[in-house]
């Protein structure tokens, strides 16, 4: 029942795109469209269906969909073609626990080498992260939440681990998991917000890391005690994960 529309999401979403795309433009359009969690997970991805959206061959949208499958974002099974990749709440714990430990060691060099622009740039984007809460806007807090931890963390200037860290997080975005915490949880998240924003400033490394900690615990409760209903994770099928 829901193969169509979900389909039709993904096809509408590359409507206008220029016909005889680039194979990087294809892997870019797709990723981004995976990304933003307007094609939920499990979505079938129609290869000649995107490939005419593109006026391109099968062969570069393969090619693209392969490197996905490299990046956690897209699901091959004989027999079942491409699906966006749905994960199972073992595996978003897991993604969850190497996210932290990533996010932890930048931030701990970030703090040291951070300049006074650096928080200019935190106290900015904490600012459209507090218009997101006030407007109880779901998938607006989702995106400027990323975009504040990112402005703590950039100033470690890792670039591997920033990768790497990127990488980790691309893997859950799709599911989009902060638009479907409730106002008030978002509220008790901003809360830490407002805290490593402070730390940050301060120069405070253990308060910085101590209060993401609790931040990252505290988000992964939420999301632990999501109603099954939500549709948010794959039951899994008794094999890896």
């Given at each position: ?6 389909r039709s ?8 795109r220029?016909?005889?795309s680039?194979h ?7 990723r981004?469209i995976?990304?933003?969690?307007e ?8 290869v ?10 099968r062969i570069?949208v393969?090619?693209a969909?392969?490197t996905?499958?490299?990046?956690g974002?897209?699901?091959?099974r ?9 994960m ?17 060691a ?6 040291e080498?951070a ?11 904490h600012?459209a992260?507090?218009a997101?809460?006030v407007?109880?806007d779901?998938?607006?807090?989702h995106r ?12 470690c200037?890792?670039r ?6 990127d990488?980790?997080?691309?893997m ?8 479907h915490?409730d ?9 830490d917000h ?15 890391t101590?209060?993401f ?10 999301i632990g005690?999501?109603?099954?209903d ?6 899994g ?5």
């Amino acid at each position: 029942m829901s193969g169509p529309r979900r389909r039709s999401i993904l096809i509408s979403r590359l409507a206008g795109r220029p016909l005889g795309s680039p194979h990087a433009a294809i892997l870019d359009e797709l990723r981004g469209i995976i990304l933003d969690g307007e094609v939920p997970p499990g979505s079938a991805i129609p290869v000649d269906a995107v490939a005419a959206a593109f006026g391109v061959s099968r062969i570069p949208v393969r090619e693209a969909l392969m490197t996905l499958i490299g990046e956690g974002l897209v699901d091959h099974r004989p027999n079942g073609g491409y699906r966006v990749a749905t994960m199972t709440a073992a595996e978003f714990t897991e993604i969850y626990l190497v996210r932290e430990a990533l996010e932890t060691a930048a931030l701990r060099s970030a703090v040291e080498l951070a300049t006074e622009d650096d928080d200019r740039l935190a106290r900015a984007v904490h600012g459209a992260l507090d218009a997101a809460v006030v407007a109880y806007d779901g998938r607006l807090y989702h995106r400027e939440s990323r975009r504040f931890h990112l402005a703590l963390l950039r100033p470690c200037r890792m670039r591997r681990l920033l990768h790497m860290l990127d990488a980790a997080w691309n893997m859950t975005e799709p599911l989009q998991p902060m638009t479907h915490l409730d106002s008030a949880d978002r509220v008790l998240l901003h809360a830490d917000h407002a805290g490593m924003l402070a730390a940050f400033c301060a120069r405070d490394a253990e308060a910085l890391t101590g209060v993401f900690a609790e931040h990252h615990h505290r988000l992964q409760a939420a999301i632990g005690a999501l109603p099954h209903d939500t549709g948010l994770f794959s039951p899994g099928d008794g094999g890896e994960g």
